[in-house]
């Protein structure tokens, strides 16, 4: 099975599906599903797409993750799309969890990796319509808050910059990061986790995504977890993590994403524009997601089909 966060993972899940179904590496599918989304100029807060930092470039961070002694991740590289992928060369070529900004570029291109560009058109264009509405600040917040208009959060119409999203799912822009959980027919477990961060964020800005135990995290012993959402509130709770040791006591995939949330909701002020979204998934394939709000689906394949699934539980009715 792979579970992907946000409705445009169905193509991410159909994509890395047939080699997952054919006995495959659950790493390589997870991977194969960030690099689907980090392609995508419509899902702006992903790869090529996301949108800008204040300065107006595009950063990007990701985590992979085995288990707990199989993991690593890369953070505010400006240079490489495809940052799950590099994620996975820290993990496997190196000793180290977590490579940094330009560094991390400069172990990309050691490894053969690419570089190109990462600022798209359409979110060069939205940048700059920002900047002209007074960049930082007080702008920045109505950025936000245009992501709470009705019409933004109504079925089907998302809020969405550049794409359309699915009936059932509201866009709460700049929380579209993929977290993606795989199991293979041998009963390993993966996931990754990539994002752009948040929209106009400080130069330098890192959120949940990169860092394990807060976007991701893995142990095939209790199970896996992965979130989405505003990256402060997540990283309050050390969400993945949360998820998992809940599950390591006993808890059912949605009691444990439902407690994850709850912390969240708990340890910090909740703003209209916040959304966090916990996935769970035990060693067994039992999925299930929590989110503060209602307006987020998880994209499921299993041999059964695809599916798309609204969280099990909510915190908020808002
Ligand atoms: N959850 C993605 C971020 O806040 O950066």
Redesign the pocket.
């Known amino acids: 099975m792979i579970a992907s966060t946000w409705s445009f993972a169905e193509r991410c899940n159909e994509a890395a599906w047939p080699a997952l179904a054919a006995g495959g590496d659950p790493m390589d599918a997870v991977v194969e599903a960030c690099r689907v989304a980090e392609e995508d100029p419509s899902i702006d807060s992903v790869g090529f797409g996301g949108l800008p930092d204040a300065d107006g470039a595009v950063t990007v961070?990701a985590c992979v993750m085995r288990s707990p002694a199989s993991c690593g991740g890369v953070c505010a590289m400006r240079r490489h799309l495809h940052a799950a992928r590099v994620a996975r060369l820290v993990m496997e070529r190196t000793s180290h969890h977590l490579i940094a900004g330009d560094a991390a570029d400069r172990f990309a291109e050691r490894h053969g990796v690419e570089a190109r560009e990462l600022v798209a058109p359409a979110a060069r264009e939205a940048w700059e319509r920002w900047r002209a509405g007074g960049g930082d600040g007080e702008a920045s917040r109505q950025v936000r808050d245009r992501a709470l208009r009705p019409e933004d959060r109504g079925p089907g119409s998302g809020g969405a910059l550049f794409g359309a999203h699915a009936a059932g799912e509201s866009r709460w822009r700049h929380?579209d990061?993929i977290g993606t959980i795989a199991i293979g027919s041998d009963g390993r477990m993966a996931g990754a986790c990539s994002?752009s961060?948040?929209p106009y964020k400080l130069p330098g800005r890192v959120?949940?995504?990169p860092i394990v135990g807060h976007?991701l995290y893995v142990d095939p012993a209790a199970g896996a977890a992965t979130?989405?959402?505003?990256?402060e509130l997540?990283s309050s709770a050390c969400g993945a993590f949360l998820a998992v040791e809940c599950m390591r006591r006993g808890a059912s995939p949605l009691e444990a994403a439902h407690e994850a949330v709850a912390r969240i909701a708990a340890v910090r002020a909740i703003e209209p524009h916040h959304q966090a979204v916990i996935v769970a998934v035990a060693p067994d394939g039992r999925v299930a997601a929590a989110a503060l709000r209602q307006g987020f689906l998880l994209a499921v394949r299993t041999p059964a089909g695809a599916r798309l699934e609204p969280p099990g539980a909510t915190v908020r009715d808002d």
Not at 227 to 231: E, V
């Open positions: 961070d929380h990061t994002t961060g948040v959120g949940d995504s976007g979130a989405t959402g505003t990256g997540i």
